[in-house]
């Protein structure tokens, strides 16, 4: 059997509660946009992440990101789910660079976007990027 869990067996509820109290914590005070996002993985840890702007508009870290480096530092890399939630009535999607983050790890992350006011998006890494870069691609094209 599997250890991937499929996207029926992961607390939806749950991790979108703490992607959205971890949304309160975002720093956007330039694009007003506050995002958060919650990271289930396979040892039963949560990781949450914030989007993080700075003054130098091109240094803003997406939510995505966040959660990812919080559960790499933690010692976890085995993601299993992942809610991202972001301001309005109509999912937000990861943006280009978040996907390839997300895709390195785990490729077939089953992913739910949500709009703060309503709104999901069911997804997965491996739909929002296909055909990524991957490590392999690396390894077997070196010069
Ligand atoms: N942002 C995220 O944190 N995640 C997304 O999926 C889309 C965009 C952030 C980056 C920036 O701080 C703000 O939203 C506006 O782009």
Known sequence: MSDVKTGSEIDWEALTRAAS???DQAYAPYSRFRVGAALQCADGRVFT???VENASYGLCL???RSAVAAAVTA???D???LVVIAPGSEATSPCGMCRQ???EFAPELPIQARGAEGGLLVTSAG???P???RAEDLAERRD
């Open 21 to 23: 109290e971890a949304r």
């Open 49 to 51: 992440g914030v989007n």
């Open 62 to 64: 997406c939510a995505e």
């Open 75 to 77: 010692g976890a890399r």
């Open 79 to 81: 993601f299993e789910a």
């Open 101 to 103: 983050v997300l895709h």
């Open 127 to 129: 739909e929002l990027l």
């Open 131 to 133: 055909h990524a870069f």
